[in-house]
């Protein structure tokens, strides 16, 4: 977690900026076995303490894994509902479905 934000450079001074976080994984591939390292960086308008901002990037990835499941599982980005109550319909059942096949 980044507290100070002098060290930005003026241009980047995004409005309403609270919070600078760098997430670091060490990991390894399982096919290769090979040590693997990813830094993320997020930016938030809320002020974070470490704990919060942990938990916010995990219900982020949470939820972007969950997309993931319903785009390769029901080709979700594919569907051509576009009108009326069927999207939404559409969207509570694949939702209903993938609980059920959990």
């Known amino acids: ?55 916010s990037v995990r219900n982020h990835w949470q939820v972007e894994s969950m997309h993931w499941v319903l785009e390769m599982t029901f080709r979700e980005d594919g569907s051509r509902f576009r009108k009326g109550r069927g999207p939404l319909a559409f969207n509570v059942m694949r939702k209903i479905a993938m609980t059920l096949f959990k």
């Not at 980044?2 to 994984?25: A, E, F, H, P």
Request: no cysteine.
């Open 1 to 55: 977690m980044l507290v100070s934000k002098s060290w930005l450079n003026n241009k980047y001074q995004w409005v309403g900026l609270k919070s600078i976080i760098k997430v670091t994984s060490d990991g390894h591939e399982k096919t290769t076995g090979k040590e693997t390292t990813e830094t993320r960086w997020y930016i938030s308008s809320l002020d974070l303490n470490a704990e919060q901002a942990l938990s």
